[in-house]
C-alpha cells in the first residue's frame, strides 16, 4: 500500500495540556482496510494521540490529514462529517435511550430515510445481539452490549475509519473476545480501524500492523505478528 491510499495520518505531532507535553513528535499512518493498534504504558500518551486525531486537542506543531487532506483546524463535528468515527473508552451510552434511539443519534448526518435504515441494517447485522434488543433501555444491558452498542452509534454515520478507545477494558476474557470478533467483522466490511488497547497481546494478535508510543515518542512499529514476536516488547510491554 502506498501513501496514496492513507485514510488518517499524523506527522511530527507534539501537543500537551496547559504547559504539560505529552506527544514529542509522534507520526502515524492508517490505509484503507488495516486494523492499526496503538500500544504501550499507561501515561504514555496513546490516548492523547486519539484526542489530536479526533480534534478534541489542538496540537502545538504537526500535521494531520484524512482522506489525504488537512484536518488540523478543523472541529471534531467536521472531521465525522468527513467519515471519522469514534467509540470513546467507558462504553459511554445514555441508559436512559433505547438500542433503537442511540443508533438514531448516531445517524445524525445521514440526511435519507432510506440510508439511515440501510445504515441500521448493516448495525444489525454485525450486532445481531442489538437486533434482539432494539427496544431496550441502555442502562439495562451488559458491558459487552453497551461496548456493542458504542460501535454500532458510531458505525451509523458510515465511516470510512473508527477510532477504538480501549475497546476491551473490563471486560471479562469472554466478552474480550467477542469485541475482538466485532472489530474484526467491522474491519473486513471495508472499515479502517485504529484503537488503542491496554491488552496489548491481544491487540498485535488481531492488528495488521501496531505502533509501540512510550513518553510521547513512537518507539517502536511493525507488522502485529513481528511486535508480538520481538523479545523487547514481550519484556517490557506484555509481561515477558
Do not use: C
Not at 36 to 55: C, E, L
Not at 58 to 81: C, D, I, K, M, Y
Request: aromatic fraction near 6%.
Amino acid at each position: 500500500m502506498t501513501e496514496d491510499s492513507a485514510i488518517l495520518q499524523l506527522r511530527n505531532v507534539t501537543g500537551g495540556y496547559g504547559k504539560k507535553q505529552v506527544l514529542f513528535g509522534v507520526s502515524l499512518v492508517v490505509r484503507r482496510g488495516e486494523l492499526v493498534a496503538i500500544i504501550g504504558p499507561n501515561g504514555a500518551g496513546k490516548s492523547t494521540v486519539f484526542k489530536v486525531a479526533m480534534g478534541y486537542l489542538q496540537p502545538w506543531e504537526g500535521l494531520v490529514f484524512l482522506n489525504g487532506q488537512g484536518v488540523r483546524s478543523l472541529p471534531t463535528h467536521e472531521r465525522v462529517a468527513r467519515r471519522m468515527g469514534y467509540v470513546p473508552q467507558g462504553r459511554v451510552v445514555f441508559p436512559d435511550m433505547t438500542v433503537d434511539e442511540h443508533l438514531d443519534v448516531g445517524a445524525w448526518l445521514v440526511k435519507s430515510r432510506e440510508a439511515r435504515r440501510r445504515a441500521k441494517e448493516y448495525v444489525f447485522q454485525i450486532f445481531p445481539r442489538l437486533a434482539e434488543r432494539r427496544g431496550q433501555k441502555a442502562g439495562t444491558m451488559s458491558g459487552g452490549e453497551r461496548q456493542m452498542l458504542s460501535m454500532g452509534r458510531a458505525l451509523m454515520a458510515q465511516p470510512t475509519i473508527i477510532l477504538l478507545d480501549e475497546p476491551s477494558l473490563g471486560l471479562s476474557p469472554k466478552l474480550v473476545d467477542e469485541v475482538f470478533q466485532h472489530i474484526e467483522t467491522i474491519n473486513r466490511a471495508g472499515v479502517a480501524v485504529l484503537m488503542v488497547e491496554q491488552n496489548a497481546a491481544k491487540a498485535l494478535r488481531h492488528a495488521h500492523r501496531a505502533y509501540v508510543i512510550d513518553m510521547g515518542k513512537n518507539h517502536l512499529e511493525g507488522s502485529g505478528k513481528q511486535l508480538l514476536d520481538d523479545p523487547e516488547v514481550r519484556r517490557s510491554y506484555l509481561g515477558g
